[in-house]
């Protein structure tokens, strides 16, 4: 018998605990350990509540939750109600499935000016993460900018630019949809610091944007390439491109626009106690396809500037950490004998929510070359005996699926569940 604990149970850690299940079979014991009382991570808090079906996914998890060789472990503090080294005594394996929940910060004059907020907080609000229940962002308008080129500037301008029929059968939370429902924003403006052909943005998403029932994106026909550059393009991004074509045949039209500003640089952010406008450097790009200033700037109105421009892995104390990629230090996941990282917290924020399965098998591969088949650890009897001496509230699955079962009871009309947004609301829910 191999015992794993696996820390964090968004789609790293259950596809691990699933490539452990297909790898040991019968002779494993995983435990899926989670800070939070609810599974399922960026299943949960980060894909965007309009996207039910890559929400799916969790089913999967689901099936392998209900096996009897692996359990959820939820309302545990990895740091805090027990240590690495405590975790590292108790299984054979322990692998961090911790992702990367931290915003990478903009680093620019004013980016802590009240209205700034970094993706993981303002996706965080819209899908009832606990930490951002009370973000409470700047929605009176006119202007919202959003730096980045990638998918999560797409969720958020598209967030903010949905009525509230368009959040039919979405699983947006009660408090996010009441605070957009008015909202006095009239221009969302992209802020790209490289090109169209320089986008980290994949076609169905960016293809939505175009249907949109009361905003129009718009963009420059000026800055778009020759078409036939597109031709070299992987196809893809040649597809995205496409999108960003037909966008440039678009007029602004009422009352909503979604202007993509590409080569633009955020270097500053201004306003008196709060944002008021973005300082933008117009940029282009140098021999190697980085984006550099032109010394040529202008200022974008703005009461809200969301960033999204990745994420960053917190540390954890005494576990070797690379603060260049803002991920753990590890080699092919392996960090230390014994401990292990996968998803984002191995390889960095990017790819997809199946980028994570592979990820899970190489990991059940090397913790099955590094690690006796038959353990001496004490594995969860171990842990369950350190955390009942120290007080602590184990929520297991099965009340999870108490809490899911209130959710879905509390839901408005058409709407899959009405989250829990404070741990003492889902502390309370469970059966
Ligand atoms: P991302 O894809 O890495 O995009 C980050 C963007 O921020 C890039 O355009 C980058 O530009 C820009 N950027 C970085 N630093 C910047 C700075 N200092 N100033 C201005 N711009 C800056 O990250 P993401 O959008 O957070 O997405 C993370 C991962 O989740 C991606 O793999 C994404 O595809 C995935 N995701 C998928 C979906 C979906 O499939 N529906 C939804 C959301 C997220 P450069 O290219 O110039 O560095």
Redesign the pocket.
Known sequence: MRHVAVIGSGPAGYYTAEACQKAFGEAVRVDIIDRLPVPYGLIRT???PD?QS?KAVSKRYEATALSDNVRFVGNVTVGQDVSIAELLGLYDAVVLATGAPHD?P???PGDDLPGVVG?AAFVGWYNGHPDFAALAPALDGPGAVI?????????VARILAKTEDEFAGSDIVGHALAALKPHGIRDITI????GPH?????P??LGELGHLRRATPLVDPADLPPADADAALEPGLRKSVSHLRAFAGNTPAAPLSIHFDFFA??VAIEGDGKVERVIVERTRLDESG??TGTGETYAVPAGLVV?????RTPPIEGVPYDAKQGRFANAEGRIAPGLYAVGWARRG?????G?NRPDGFLIADQIAADTPADSAKQGRAGLDALLAARGTDIVTFRDWQGIERAEIANARTGAPREKFTSLDAMLAARE
């Open positions: 980060g894909v965007a996207h890559i990478r903009l680093g620019i993706s730096v980045g080129a990638g998918n999560v500037a797409l969720d802020l790209a610091r490289r320089e986008i980290a943005m994949t169905k998403e640089m955020p980085r984006a960033s999204c421009i990745g994420y924020p990017t790819g997809t929510i980028t």
